[in-house]
């Protein structure tokens, strides 16, 4: 079976990004991404149909990958 995934909601504000996407395969389920812009910190949560929460990962970017995307930015 082929997986589908529909957007749900993307939201920015204050330099954290969430974005939620609902992915239908042989399971349905959303994943929650979230980045902040400010401190490098990054997650990727899932959650089964019923909205409990199933696993997720998360870390933080190396401040000098940070310091590259700021430079990229101001270059708009």
Same mark, same amino acid.
């Given at each position: 079976? !082929?997986?589908? /995934?529909?957007?749900?909601?993307?939201?920015?504000?204050? &330099?954290?990004?969430? @974005?939620? =996407?609902?992915?239908?395969?042989? !399971?349905?389920? /959303?994943?929650?991404?979230?980045?902040?812009?400010?401190? &490098?910190?990054?997650? @990727?949560? =899932?959650?089964?149909?019923?909205?409990?929460?199933?696993?997720?990962?998360?870390?933080?970017?190396?401040?000098?990958?940070?310091?590259?995307?700021?430079?990229?930015?101001?270059?708009?």
């Amino acid at each position: 079976m !082929k997986e589908r /995934r529909q957007l749900i909601k993307k939201k920015e504000k204050d &330099g954290i990004i969430r @974005i939620v =996407t609902e992915v239908k395969g042989v !399971k349905t389920y /959303r994943v929650q991404e979230y980045f902040d812009k400010n401190t &490098g910190h990054f997650g @990727i949560d =899932t959650f089964d149909e019923e909205g409990n929460w199933e696993g997720g990962v998360g870390g933080y970017i190396p401040e000098i990958v940070m310091s590259m995307l700021n430079n990229m930015d101001k270059k708009k």
